[in-house]
């Protein structure tokens, strides 16, 4: 007869493999195991204790998150904010991570994405260009004001190196 496994050796073990994959939140966490049936208070004691000794820590997840997701995605703050409440990550620890993040350095990651697409879009018509670059700017959480001065800039430089052709 097999017993019945411990629900929070269970518990344990689906945190582990979780996050042995790659960090979590605490939110993430409570969620794998919810879905393996694991009782909520046992899911508790075994995230605590996870917290307190730093398996577990939202912070520390919350600004690794928006750090990666800015340089390697060019993410804006407020598409970071949208991915961090997805997470499950809390209004407050949200709010220092994005903290992290200025303005200079929002507008850098935008100036990189579109310099990057711009290679891409050398055959298009200008019109059409900057339509594209705003969009992929609106779907990766950049304001209207910031993108056209970024795209602006940008194709104004382009077509100053331009060669002439008269």
């Known amino acids: 007869m097999d017993a019945e496994p411990d629900p929070e ?4 073990t689906i945190a582990l493999n979780q996050l042995n994959h790659s960090p ?9 195991m919810a879905r393996k049936d694991v009782p909520d208070d046992v899911a508790e004691r075994v995230l605590d204790r996870f917290e307190g000794v730093g398996l577990v820590d939202d912070a520390a997840y919350a600004g690794m998150l928006v750090r990666t997701r ?13 991915e ?8 407050e620890t949200a709010g220092a991570a994005l903290a992290e993040v200025d303005t200079d350095d929002e507008e850098a990651a ?14 298009l018509e200008p019109e059409v260009r900057r339509r594209r670059l705003a ?18 800039e940008a194709l104004g ?3 100053e190196q ?3 052709l008269d």
């Open 70 to 82: 800015l340089s390697e995605r060019g993410l804006a703050r407020r598409a970071l904010a949208v």
């Open 157 to 159: 430089a382009e077509a």
């Open 135 to 152: 969009g992929m700017l609106a779907r990766k959480g950049y304001g209207a004001g910031l993108s056209y001065r970024v795209i602006n």
């Open 110 to 123: 935008a100036r990189r994405l579109v310099e990057k697409r711009l290679r891409a879009m050398s055959g």
């Open 24 to 32: 979590r939140s605490r939110a993430q966490l409570a969620e794998a």
């Open 9 to 12: 050796s269970v518990a344990r």
């Open 84 to 91: 961090l409440r997805r997470k499950g990550i809390d209004p």
């Open 162 to 164: 331009a060669p002439d």
